[in-house]
């Protein structure tokens, strides 16, 4: 064992014994390189899925199911610097492609973590920079060929849609992405004018075309309504827009869906092999059925068809819910003149926009940029964290989060706001895995909320509406012209049973959560997003999602899934016994 | 003199001694720092104009008229590791600004060539990188105002007026592009089908946002038409469309122009202090008037107007002309079967492809690239090459292609094709900066001439048209149903007399060609390219244009000329007497 376990913490040394290990088909000795508390997080290099192998019993199994199979070769530690320390990236190769990840060593010398992620298949290399053709050959590519029966089909053109079908445009797989609206980008066009992104510029970089550099920090709406459409012609996307996918059935005969499309008053059927639902994981909007809803003579509608304050200058208006959407619209209405209140009907997390900043500067800034992290670098150090480690990373850096602006939590507190940092302390962190959301970055409501300009009606829920108004459960009622409904979206579950089948809904089973066991996210524990980015247990249908950043990196991943099966290249997911 | 003239051609002796002497004032000091045949190449640091000054009476006039205001400091190398070499970069301030430059040494430590040039003004600075906005306040710039009075009109919304426009954008200067097209890049988008850029894809980026990496070499016209489109948009760019420039009259008195504009059939008067003239230098299509054309009962039109080879199948089509179009249109006219003859009346250069990419690999390639020459420092590299100096560097290389490609050349002149290098040698490069033309990038037309599948009427003029075909000089006719006017554009001072007056076009005079006494472009000697991207005689009257190369760099500085003057910084144009 001596060589097995080298006895500085030093990337080269363990590479070379794991590399060996390996090479020999010796499963116990690479095992025995992994400490007690170990977590291999494989991204499709070993088992095509996305998993964490946690503990040693569980690698060896994988190793002892993949290896003969994915042939590794050719380790190396990628920067010489980091050659003698105790982690960093790290590149090899497979049979079927060419691989990177990163390697955390204990101070013992032994792995806590390993990330290994496929990048590219060989032989199937993305035509670009030295690999770009001449442009004066004929184009090969036949766009109209492909829309008429892609291979893969998109539905949603949103920034996870577009990403994923550049994606496959490089790869020179089909894909057809279908989106209801008029033009890419008016999903975006059509929200509140004061919306932006709330993640930085820098974590929000779609595929291949970086934004601009002197974008703001907090991107606009409209910047991004824009920025979609002209990247889906910059990439020469196939989309069919105003369009709406009717019915999606699995013909198990034929091992293809048969997709119905309602577009320009038409209907065609499509017959993909494979069926990516991108339209957001969130779901439909969630309205909930309150009594006297009908009797309620003024207007009242759901957050996302929240039209922005504009033309409610004096008008009452009461937003029910707490979170980001809730937040936004209460301070766009009362900066419009409306006389706002906010129901806050259970805890929310509220986080100053300034930490969200100061967690994502060590990788997705000017200065990260300045110190040579790319951001595909920076997305394998985020992957580098299992979730399983997570709270023990994220809970002190909360907690010092709560220290320092325990002024504004006070503030908040005063007007009766209820804040918390999630069951496990992790605040958006795993809020925003668990749930997708119950949380709000402050860009200034907050601000608003606690010198009384938004009013504050929190710990209770609304009984019932009746004609000119909101009667609470605690007795209480307001008079609203206007009701907002900024209640969330309905599971994911539900737009699956919508568009293929209850059946089909039932056997994907629950998608996004990580199985924490914990606010809406039960267990079994996963240790992955559930169904997203890989195989589902339903045969050819796929989902992607997510924010910007969480697009950016898995549309890699799921396209290198479609590229390996439209190829027939020999594709064995790895399912522990 | 000792310490004046540095014994080793070492680039740190001589910046720190040319600094000393400027710094002390001592105008004699610094100009003996100078070879006996020497350069000094000023953009806008210290002339506020695009000048190349020869040799050292030249370098003291404009040193003893400038060097007080300009107040020149913190010389600098800029790489540490040309420190001791005989060339590299270098980086200065300015009263105003930030500047960078070149230097070049002979090597008795003598300076051969100095570039200076302004990279941006002191508390004017680009909100780019570290210095973008946070996207959450307010946005400052008005557009509808701005619009509606622009302190700059760009007539043409091309990549030139466009990039121009971005430019401006950035540093906050009020601007409006009108353009005669619907949509951005319908100038490209309406052109023949088979047209592609001509040069290298790392040759041309616009300025702030590069082309994608995977793009071909060659990019389609209708990737840079929906290029044109996309970049305005995302750049946010104040463009009237379909609209036409009527008039543009300068009014002393208010020191601003009059501009009528004609969009959507109605007319409007802008009043803007500048106006930049980007519709591309070559002016309107030249048609020949030929006797006999009203008579033609054929189609006839000129090649800016060729809308590509589909329907020519089987037809006769005679092609006045043998520059790029000419080439691109037998070829893609041959291409789609139809009976192709080119008439060549005067000798022109063509030159592979594969040769254009050789002479710019080494500063515009995936290589270059990779060894960091990034494209706003290749843009410095050409810069740093005085015109006077341009033949003997470009000569050598050019007879080394005749030589290279003497049977392609053979086979050519074997089909009757007359070839020639421009009248000093210098091939593409020195007729692109005299005529704009007289060239063809060789991209598979000459192979088709050398086996006769073009047809080829060389040395011959058009006589006349008859009913059914044309008449040549020599008493030849050949049958048509189809006349292609490849004959090139009128000389741009037409341009500028019909849009503002035959008195504006004659006080500004020639445009384009650097008075080299050759062919075309008659002395006296200029030294840069006349008119272009500087103050021209007429006061408020700009010119911008060039290839994708030339308009990228020269927009940056016509753009800090249009941003002082907004500014009312002092600027000081230095003017030989």
Redesign the interface.
């Known amino acids: 064992m001596s060589m097995a376990t080298p006895q500085t913490a030093k990337l080269v040394a363990w590479l070379d014994a794991f590399s060996h290990a390996l090479a020999t088909g010796d499963v116990a000795q690479a095992v025995a390189l992994f400490g007690d508390q170990c977590f291999w997080r494989d991204q499709l290099a070993f088992t095509w899925d996305l998993q964490t192998l946690e503990g040693r019993a569980s690698i060896h199994a994988m190793l002892e199911a993949t290896l003969a199979t994915v042939g590794p070769s050719t380790w190396t530690v990628a920067d010489a610097a980091q050659r003698d320390a105790s982690e960093g990236f790290i590149a090899f190769d497979t049979a079927l492609g060419r691989c990177e990840g990163y390697v955390r060593l204990a101070s013992d010398g032994r792995c806590q973590v390993l990330l290994t992620s496929l990048r590219e298949l060989k032989g199937f290399e993305?035509?670009?920079?030295?690999r770009?053709?001449?442009?004066?050959e004929p184009n090969p590519r036949n766009s109209s060929a492909q829309a008429e029966q892609p291979y893969v089909l998109i539905i949603g053109g949103g920034h996870s849609g577009l990403g994923l079908a550049a994606r496959l445009k490089?790869l020179g797989v089909p894909a057809v992405v279908i989106d209801r609206h008029p033009r890419p980008g008016d999903n975006w066009r059509s929200r509140y004018a004061s919306l932006?992104l709330h993640d930085p510029?820098w974590f929000d970089h779609m595929p291949?075309?970086p934004f601009?550099?002197?974008?703001?920090?907090?991107?606009?709406k409209d910047q991004i309504g824009?920025?979609l459409?002209?990247y889906a012609?910059?990439?020469e996307l196939d989309i069919a827009s105003s369009a709406e996918c009717v019915s999606a059935t699995y013909d198990e005969a034929a091992d293809a869906w048969q997709v119905r499309i309602a577009q320009a008053g038409r209907e065609r059927t499509v017959r993909p092999k494979h069926v990516v639902l991108a339209t957001g994981v969130s779901g439909e909007p969630n309205v909930p059925v309150l009594p006297g809803a009908t009797e309620f003579a003024g207007q009242q509608h759901h957050s996302a068809a929240h039209p922005g304050g504009e033309g409610f200058a004096g008008r009452k208006v009461v937003v029910l819910g707490a979170n980001n959407s809730a937040h936004d619209i209460c301070a766009d209405l009362f900066g419009h003149g409306a006389d706002v209140t906010m129901v806050q009907r259970s805890s929310t997390h509220v986080v100053r926009?300034q930490r969200v900043l100061e967690f994502l500067q060590p990788l997705y800034s000017?200065e990260a940029s300045a110190r040579g992290i790319t951001t595909e670098r920076a997305d394998l150090l985020r992957a580098a964290l299992p979730l399983r480690v997570m709270p023990a990373v994220v809970r002190p850096a909360m907690e010092r989060v709560a220290q320092e602006d325990s002024a504004f939590y006070s503030q908040l507190a005063a007007a009766g706001f209820k804040n918390d940092f999630g069951a496990d302390g992790t605040g958006i962190v795993g809020k925003a895995m668990r749930n997708g959301g119950g949380y709000y970055i402050d860009?200034?409501a907050s601000a608003l909320i606690a010198n009384g300009s938004i009013k504050l009606k929190a710990g209770v829920d609304v009984s019932r509406l009746d004609r000119t108004g909101v009667v609470f459960s605690d007795g209480s009622r307001l008079d609203a012209d206007c009701i907002v409904y900024a209640t969330g979206f309905r599971p994911f579950t539900e737009t699956i049973a919508k568009l293929m089948s209850p059946e089909v809904a039932q056997r994907v089973g629950r998608v996004w959560g990580y199985g924490a066991g914990l606010e809406g996210d039960p267990g079994p524990w996963e240790g992955e997003l559930r169904n997203m980015w890989k195989p589902t247990p339903q045969p050819g249908l796929w989902i992607h999602g997510g924010n910007f950043q969480w697009s950016r990196r898995n549309s890699l991943l799921l396209a290198l899934q479609l590229k390996a099966r439209f190829e027939n290249l020999p594709v064995n997911v790895y399912r522990p016994r």
Chains 1, 2 share one sequence.
């Open positions: 993305e035509p670009r920079g030295p770009r053709v001449s442009g004066l490089m932006h510029v291949y075309l601009p550099d002197h974008w703001p920090v907090f991107p606009s824009d920025w459409e002209s012609r910059i990439m926009l000017e860009t200034g």
